[in-house]
C-alpha cells in the first residue's frame, strides 16, 4: 500500500506522502471533478458568461418600395438600392441616436406637421430637419450653417430671418421652419420636384443648377453630385423608413419617455433699450438660464433692441410688454440725440468725436464687438 501511494503521488501533489485508502480515492475523486468542473465552468451561462460563439446580428431587410414626398425610388436601380441599403443601415444600428430621434420628434413634429399641412407640402420634408440637425437647435456646421433646419446666414436673411450681433433667428425653432419652409417650396417651384429641391436645400441651388447644366439631366438619381449631396436623399428616405416603423427595428418607446412640446407663451414686443436679461428674469419671477434656453435667438446677456419675438414661461406672456416698459430708462423713449445714423466714411472714432460718446461706450451699447460699421447704420447713443 504505501508503494502504491507513492506511485501515484505525482498526480496529487498537494497531497501528504501517506493516506489511508478511503481518504487517498475520495481525494483523487475530488480534484478529477475539480478539475472538470476549471474547464467547463467558465463558458457557462449559468456563471454569467454566455458562450464564446458571438451574437448573431440581423440584417434588416429594405422595404421593396419606398417614396420621399411622393415621389418613388428607383430601386431597381442596383446602385440606388446599394446607396440607400449604405444610409439605411448606418442609421438603423445607430441605437443611441435612433432613440433620441424618436424622442425629440415627440417635441417638435407636431409643429413641422402642422406648418407642412398648412402650406400643401409633403409630410416627409419634416424627416428632413432630422437629417440636418436631429432636432438639436444649437448645432453648428464647418460651414457656418446653424440651426434645426441649418440655414447659412445670408440665406436665412433672404428667407426673411433676422440675423445680426443681437438676434440669430436661425436658433429660433418656429421662425426658422416657417423660413425652412418658404425655402423648401421656392426650390420646388425651380426645380420641378420635391426630390430635387431638398438636393438644392442640401448644396446649394446655384451649383445645382449649374451641374444640371453641364450633365444635361434633371434627374436626382442620375446627377453626378458632391458625395453629401448624393448620400442625403438617401439618408432623409433611410430616417422615414426608420421613424414610420421604428417597432419594426427593435425600438420600443413608451409614451411617458417621449419629449412633449413645451408650455410656453410667445410674445412679439418691442424694446428701445438694451436691457439685461437676469433683470428681466427676475420680473417674470424665473431665472436668467430658463429665459437664455428658451430664447436661443437671443446673443449675448441683454435683449435685443428693436422688434422681435420672445418665449416666456406659460402664463407669463401678459406680463412681458409691461416689464420691458417698466425697466426701460425713461431717457431711452424716443428724446432727441438717441441715435446717430452711420454716414459713407464714418468710423467709430469720428462718430465718437461727433456725439461726445466715447468709443467703447458705442460699441457697448449697441453690442458691436469689433470696429465695423456700415452707411445707414443706426447706433444707439444712450442706453
Same mark, same amino acid.
Given at each position: 500500500?504505501?508503494?502504491?501511494?507513492?506511485? /501515484?503521488?505525482?498526480?496529487?501533489?498537494?497531497?501528504?506522502?501517506?493516506?489511508?485508502?478511503?481518504?487517498?480515492?475520495?481525494?483523487?475523486?475530488?480534484?478529477?471533478?475539480?478539475?472538470?468542473?476549471?474547464?467547463?465552468?467558465?463558458?457557462?451561462?449559468?456563471?454569467?458568461?454566455?458562450?464564446? &460563439?458571438?451574437?448573431?446580428?440581423?440584417?434588416?431587410?429594405?422595404?421593396?418600395?419606398?417614396?420621399?414626398?411622393?415621389?418613388?425610388?428607383?430601386?431597381?436601380?442596383?446602385?440606388?438600392?446599394?446607396?440607400?441599403?449604405?444610409?439605411?443601415?448606418?442609421?438603423?444600428?445607430?441605437?443611441?441616436?435612433?432613440?433620441?430621434?424618436?424622442?425629440?420628434?415627440?417635441?417638435?413634429?407636431?409643429?413641422?406637421?402642422?406648418?407642412?399641412?398648412?402650406?400643401?407640402?409633403?409630410?416627409?420634408?419634416?424627416?428632413?430637419?432630422?437629417?440636418? #440637425?436631429?432636432? &438639436?437647435?444649437?448645432?453648428?456646421?464647418?460651414?457656418?450653417?446653424?440651426?434645426? /433646419?441649418?440655414?447659412?446666414?445670408?440665406?436665412?436673411?433672404?428667407?426673411?430671418?433676422?440675423?445680426?450681433?443681437?438676434?440669430?433667428?436661425?436658433?429660433?425653432?418656429?421662425?426658422?421652419?416657417?423660413?425652412?419652409?418658404?425655402?423648401?417650396?421656392?426650390?420646388?417651384?425651380?426645380?420641378?420636384? /420635391?426630390?430635387?429641391?431638398?438636393?438644392?436645400?442640401?448644396?446649394?441651388?446655384?451649383?445645382?443648377?449649374?451641374?444640371?447644366?453641364?450633365?444635361?439631366?434633371?434627374?436626382?438619381?442620375?446627377?453626378?453630385?458632391?458625395?453629401?449631396?448624393?448620400?442625403?436623399?438617401?439618408?432623409?428616405?433611410?430616417?422615414?423608413?426608420?421613424?414610420?416603423?421604428?417597432?419594426?427595428?427593435?425600438?420600443?418607446?413608451?409614451?411617458?419617455? &417621449?419629449?412633449?412640446?413645451?408650455?410656453?407663451?410667445?410674445?412679439?414686443?418691442?424694446?428701445?433699450?438694451?436691457?439685461?436679461?437676469?433683470?428681466?428674469?427676475?420680473?417674470?419671477?424665473?431665472?436668467?438660464?430658463?429665459?437664455?434656453?428658451?430664447?436661443?435667438?437671443?446673443?449675448?446677456?441683454?435683449?435685443?433692441?428693436?422688434?422681435?419675438?420672445?418665449?416666456?414661461?406659460?402664463?407669463?406672456?401678459?406680463?412681458?410688454?409691461?416689464?420691458?416698459?417698466?425697466?426701460?430708462?425713461?431717457?431711452?423713449?424716443?428724446?432727441?440725440?438717441?441715435?446717430?445714423?452711420?454716414?459713407?466714411?464714418?468710423?467709430?472714432?469720428?462718430?465718437?468725436?461727433?456725439?461726445?460718446?466715447?468709443?467703447?461706450?458705442?460699441?457697448?451699447?449697441?453690442?458691436?464687438?469689433? #470696429?465695423?460699421?456700415?452707411?445707414?447704420?443706426?447706433?444707439?447713443?444712450?442706453?
Amino acid at each position: 500500500m504505501p508503494t502504491l501511494v507513492y506511485r /501515484w503521488n505525482w498526480l496529487l501533489p498537494f497531497s501528504p506522502p501517506v493516506q489511508t485508502e478511503p481518504v487517498w480515492r475520495c481525494s483523487i475523486l475530488f480534484r478529477i471533478i475539480l478539475i472538470g468542473l476549471l474547464w467547463i465552468l467558465p463558458n457557462h451561462s449559468l456563471f454569467g458568461q454566455e458562450s464564446l &460563439i458571438p451574437p448573431r446580428v440581423t440584417d434588416f431587410p429594405l422595404p421593396k418600395t419606398v417614396s420621399l414626398c411622393g415621389e418613388r425610388m428607383p430601386l431597381e436601380d442596383r446602385r440606388v438600392w446599394e446607396m440607400l441599403d449604405r444610409e439605411f443601415t448606418i442609421s438603423v444600428y445607430d441605437r443611441a441616436q435612433v432613440i433620441m430621434w424618436m424622442k425629440r420628434a415627440g417635441r417638435y413634429f407636431p409643429y413641422i406637421e402642422k406648418k407642412l399641412a398648412e402650406a400643401g407640402m409633403p409630410d416627409d420634408l419634416k424627416y428632413l430637419a432630422l437629417a440636418e #440637425s436631429a432636432l &438639436i437647435g444649437y448645432v453648428r456646421s464647418r460651414a457656418g450653417a446653424k440651426g434645426y /433646419w441649418q440655414f447659412m446666414a445670408r440665406t436665412a436673411r433672404r428667407r426673411g430671418l433676422r440675423k445680426d450681433r443681437m438676434v440669430d433667428e436661425r436658433l429660433h425653432f418656429e421662425l426658422s421652419t416657417e423660413a425652412a419652409l418658404r425655402h423648401l417650396r421656392y426650390l420646388k417651384k425651380k426645380f420641378g420636384s /420635391w426630390t430635387l429641391a431638398m438636393a438644392a436645400y442640401n448644396c446649394g441651388e446655384s451649383r445645382l443648377k449649374r451641374e444640371i447644366k453641364h450633365q444635361r439631366v434633371k434627374d436626382y438619381y442620375r446627377l453626378n453630385l458632391p458625395v453629401e449631396t448624393e448620400r442625403y436623399i438617401f439618408r432623409i428616405a433611410a430616417i422615414k423608413i426608420i421613424m414610420e416603423n421604428p417597432e419594426d427595428f427593435g425600438y420600443h418607446l413608451p409614451p411617458e419617455r &417621449i419629449y412633449k412640446p413645451l408650455e410656453v407663451d410667445v410674445v412679439r414686443v418691442k424694446s428701445t433699450a438694451r436691457l439685461h436679461l437676469s433683470d428681466v428674469a427676475e420680473a417674470l419671477d424665473t431665472d436668467f438660464k430658463t429665459l437664455k434656453e428658451l430664447n436661443p435667438h437671443i446673443l449675448g446677456y441683454h435683449l435685443p433692441t428693436g422688434r422681435f419675438y420672445m418665449k416666456v414661461p406659460a402664463g407669463k406672456g401678459e406680463m412681458l410688454p409691461a416689464v420691458i416698459a417698466r425697466l426701460t430708462p425713461a431717457r431711452s423713449l424716443h428724446r432727441s440725440g438717441t441715435y446717430y445714423v452711420v454716414r459713407p466714411g464714418d468710423t467709430l472714432h469720428r462718430i465718437s468725436k461727433k456725439t461726445g460718446v466715447s468709443v467703447a461706450r458705442l460699441k457697448d451699447i449697441n453690442g458691436i464687438r469689433g #470696429s465695423l460699421i456700415r452707411a445707414g447704420q443706426k447706433l444707439r447713443l444712450h442706453p
